[in-house]
């Protein structure tokens, strides 16, 4: 089992900057990808971004790419993603995501083994 605890969340306003961070413990010696998700009210849940906890490549939606960037921390087991130029489109719960497979498919939400409860990111225009 991997336990996953996002933080960072809270209101902006536009073109502002927000940290979020994603400690995880447990069984975590066998990740392969951790990545972040956000899904707004009304809407599915849609891939951000996603890092190689081996080698730290990383993977962007097209929507944050130049303005998101996803790191790890593989002495603290932490991800974090930088979101700047914030918008209002970026209003959502964002979600905190591991897996062990190490597919090309990062985007693909069932491809994920855990998740973290989420965290509350507003964006005031």
């Known amino acids: 089992q991997v336990q996953l605890v996002e933080s960072g969340g809270g209101l902006v306003q536009a073109g502002g900057s927000l940290r979020l961070s994603c400690a995880a413990s447990?069984?975590?010696?066998?990740?392969?990808?951790m990545a972040w998700f956000r899904q707004a009210p009304g809407k599915e849940r849609e891939f951000v971004a996603a890092?190689?906890?081996?080698?730290?490549?990383?993977y962007y939606a097209d929507s944050v790419k130049g303005r998101f960037t996803i790191s790890r921390d593989n002495a603290k087991n932490t991800v974090y993603l930088q979101m700047n130029s914030l918008i209002p489109e970026d209003t959502a719960v964002y979600y905190c995501a591991s897996r062990y497979s190490d597919s090309n498919l990062y985007d693909r939400r069932l491809s994920y083994d855990y998740w973290g409860q989420g965290t509350q990111v507003t964006v005031s225009s």
């Open positions: 890092i190689r906890w081996s080698g730290g490549s990383t």
């Open positions: 447990g069984r975590t010696f066998s990740t392969s990808v």
